[in-house]
């Protein structure tokens, strides 16, 4: 499995970027996707994830919920973060990351598959 994520930038605060991921290769052995994000001297952190084909299991960091929107199309096996409103302390190095499991999980142990990060930097 691959995963190539794009679509980061520089962005004033307040502004808007979208993210996307895509995934290719033995795509059976994943059925969730996952957003993280690290930034300098911090953890890799849980922005949201999904399992392809149930809306309703999308799930957010409580950081970005009412700001950041999953979505995806699933013929392109492709998953998108709609970032809105962004803060400069949403600047990090974003990752997009696939596993196989029931639910989504939060922490990056349980993805087994990652792509290479986009920089987002959102300057005040």
């Known amino acids: 499995v691959q995963l190539q994520a794009s679509g980061g930038g520089f962005v004033q605060a307040g502004g808007s970027l979208n993210l996307s991921c895509a995934v290719s290769g033995l795509t059976y052995g994943s059925n969730i996707m996952g957003w993280f994000r690290q930034a300098p001297g911090k953890e890799r952190e849980f922005v949201g994830g999904?399992?392809?084909?149930?809306?309703?299991?999308?799930d957010y960091a409580d950081s970005v919920k009412g700001r950041f929107a999953i979505s995806r199309d699933n013929a392109k096996r492709t998953g998108y973060l709609q970032m809105n409103s962004l803060k400069p302390e949403d600047t990090a190095v974003y990752y997009c990351?696939?596993?196989?499991?029931?639910?989504?999980?939060?922490?990056?142990?349980?993805?087994?598959?990652w792509g290479h990060g986009t920089l987002v930097t959102v300057s005040s």
């Open positions: 999904f399992r392809w084909g149930a809306s309703d299991t999308d």
């Open positions: 990351a696939a596993g196989r499991r029931l639910w989504v999980p939060q922490r990056p142990q349980e993805y087994s598959y």
